[in-house]
């Protein structure tokens, strides 16, 4: 089973334009009887605290000024969705993206974009996935986390309302400041620019500028 687009299925072939209008499938959880849905966030060892988290504000007009290609090289079944994934834990998550997204998009980088684990690449971190040009020029870290742990349609509010709470010493439902310490810690200590929180219903790109952390809308799966 696929899951179909509303793009025309009379084409055997795709432009950048037409790849880029697919919506990936949703997500099905599912609770295993030999274990529950975790919702406990690992502290990570290379996890920083920024000086400041704002909102990346001209991140959709970046976005949006980019003009895709509309000349049809790409076959059409290399980018056909596999079945609706069903997920349990990150594990999970990791091979829905690979499949869904990550997999697409490497074709359309070509010989300039790989998506790899961090164990493939010259990393001194532990992102979940890293976007490279090869071993030596890393792109994008991208960390990867259930809907358990991360749910929010304002990250930034969100972590600075946990921030000050923390600081205040109470306690924030459904915490962020793990999640955002972690990649920021990922981007600071590989010195990397560009980063990626994602649960694959909801995804948030990061730039790193020194200490200070800007974070996009929320972009949702559809």
């Known amino acids: 089973m696929t899951y179909s687009s509303s793009l025309p299925c009379n084409s055997t072939v795709f432009s ?5 209008s697919l919506v990936p499938p949703p997500i099905t959880y599912v609770h295993r ?3 529950g849905p975790s919702t406990a966030t690992t502290i990570s060892t ?4 920024p000086t400041n988290v704002f909102n990346w504000n001209e991140f959709l007009n970046g976005v949006k000024s980019y003009i895709p290609s509309d000349d049809p090289v790409y076959e059409k079944d290399d980018f056909r969705f596999k079945k609706a994934p069903v997920v349990s834990n990150e594990s999970d998550l990791y091979s829905a993206l690979d499949r869904n997204i990550y997999d697409m ?4 980088a070509g010989p300039e974009g790989h998506f790899g684990s961090h164990s493939a690449v010259a990393m001194k971190t532990e992102a979940d996935r890293i ?12 960390e990867v986390k259930t809907k358990y742990v991360m749910s929010t349609n304002d990250l930034v509010q969100k ?5 000050a709470n923390h600081n205040e010493e109470l306690i924030s439902q459904n915490s962020t400041i793990y999640q955002v310490q972690q990649i920021f810690g990922y981007l600071s200590w590989d010195q990397l620019q560009y980063g990626v929180l994602t649960t694959y219903e909801q995804t948030w790109f990061l730039k790193r500028n020194l200490s200070t952390l800007y974070v996009s809308p929320t972009i949702n799966r559809d």
Request: glycine share 0%.
């Open 46 to 49: 290379w996890s920083r605290t």
């Open 159 to 163: 972590y600075n309302e946990d921030i």
């Open 105 to 108: 998009l490497s074709q359309l």
């Open 16 to 20: 950048e334009s037409d790849v880029l």
């Open 131 to 142: 976007l490279y040009v090869n071993p030596e020029h890393l792109r994008l870290a991208i």
């Open 33 to 35: 009887r030999d274990r």
